[in-house]
């Protein structure tokens, strides 16, 4: 192991919604002997998070959050988890930290086409902080280059993976989705606001009512992210459910970009994929070969 | 009216299969003066198509279709309305005509990438038969450009016209779906396999659950045809059906391609358009300024 630089040995706030997740960033952080603390926001983080929490905030206690910071020597800060319900105008009328800042909220959010998290994060680097990622805390929880599973893609599957890939560069181009599925040579689904998940139950019924056809088991879903989107709050992630959903439309295998997506609930998702024959790869775009070679 | 030139004066065959189309070709075709036979597909033909046919043909009656086009002195023809039933091999092992050829549509059906109603294009040339389009023998029914209805677009919706545009246009490149929907200035939805009135009510539901939100009516629809998509059997197509469901996804209004795109029930689907205060436009592509500058 090298020897920590200077911005490893940073103590690190974690704030986190929902599911696992930060759970698994936790766990990572603490095997790498790294220093952090976790605040759940309030009516968010899971039960296992608020646990082991530091802290526990709502949305509007923005100047309880930055007291939290200073007093903790947290500088560095990891936005992790789920956010289901979006905080309101009254939820966030909290604190007086939070008064006292509504101004420069209120500018920061009203302004731009910029995503709710982005403005954030600008907020949160106006004071001084640092807004990193899993790939800068916990990189070993990305998925790597290559066939991550027990299952190996055939001829077929490679160019369904070639085709998706190409959809999903397209989508990416106009900031649309994320994801793409494509069947026997053609894309069937491309994802747009309504996400994977929702595209992968599609995908089954298209199946279902014969819009799409294969013989067996076919098709691939590729998952990577947009050009310009911030890696620190949006990971394309594949998960548990993702494993169930594609094997419920019938599809060979998942496809995601390697170091630069998430695999939740790695075990498990891997063991799911393994069970139901599924492949499950990375692709490695740095090395510019191409799936095509494969 | 310009005289009619050699190629206006043939008669024309219209394979009919459902929808009203079929009828309205006829229509077109009989107040032009052209001379025309309609052939109903057996099992797809609505019945007011049937009534004023000519023949009614199974799949497998391949003879005698080319026996009626030979004896009928059609040597254009028309494809004209939805199958919905796919042929089986059962259904095409027809008629003695039909088996004489079996080696040819075998190896036309089996080879190549081309979707099945090019192969059936390519079978009909082959016999010295031309296909033509709605664009050839009725090009009135085509959409014009312009505001088609009695609403106008305001200028948020231009700009979804034009971020759903580029989206269709993206789609196009990579052969894929032919509409795309955009709402409050984020492309939304992107139709594959499932089509756009599936497509048209995952918006609702996007909406619905709060996915894609919008104060009021927002949001367009917009379809157009792929780079290499025949017009000849496959014409973007919106229709009464189609308003009502742009309706119920909370949508400002439709766009189609000018001169490229087919109005069903025109007369119909602009009333409904009205009276849904639904805006419908024709996008007209070749005159280069593009939809910004309106």
């Not at 609930?265 to 740095?286: H, N, P, Q, V, Y």
Request: hydrophobic share 45%; aromatic share 2%.
């Amino acid at each position: 192991m090298p020897a920590p630089d200077q911005a490893e040995t940073r103590r690190i706030a974690l704030i986190a919604g929902n599911g696992s997740l930060p759970g698994q960033i936790a766990d990572a952080l603490a095997a790498a002997g790294r220093e952090f603390r976790i605040i759940a926001i309030k009516g968010e983080a899971e039960a296992l998070t608020r646990e082991r929490a530091d802290a526990e905030l709502g949305w509007g206690e923005i100047g309880r959050l930055y007291n939290f910071l200073k007093t903790s020597g947290c500088r560095d800060i990891v936005l992790i988890g789920g956010v289901s319900r979006r905080p309101d105008f009254t939820s966030i009328l909290g604190d007086l930290g939070t008064l006292k800042r509504l101004p420069t909220i209120i500018r920061a959010l009203a302004g731009g086409d910029d995503s709710l998290l982005t403005k954030v994060i600008r907020l949160l680097e106006d004071e001084g902080y640092r807004v990193v990622g899993i790939k800068d805390v916990a990189p070993q929880l990305l998925a790597s280059g290559g066939v991550l599973g027990r299952v190996q893609p055939a001829k077929d599957d490679w160019r369904d993976v070639e085709l998706a890939l190409k959809a999903t560069e397209k989508l990416g181009e106009l900031d649309i989705g994320q994801a793409a599925i494509a069947v026997g040579g053609r894309v069937v689904a491309l994802e747009g606001a309504e996400g994977t998940d929702a595209m992968l139950e599609r995908c089954a019924e298209l199946k279902r009512i014969g819009r799409v056809r294969a013989k067996g088991r076919a098709g691939v879903l590729v998952k990577t992210a947009k050009p310009n989107q911030d890696l620190r709050v949006d990971l394309p992630t594949v998960g548990p459910r993702t494993i169930d959903l594609a094997l419920a439309a019938g599809l060979a295998g998942i496809a995601v970009e390697a170091h630069g997506a998430l695999i939740a609930e790695r075990d498990e998702t891997l063991r799911k994929a393994d069970t139901a024959g599924l492949f499950l790869i990375g692709l490695d775009r740095s090395q510019g070969a191409g799936v095509a070679d494969q």
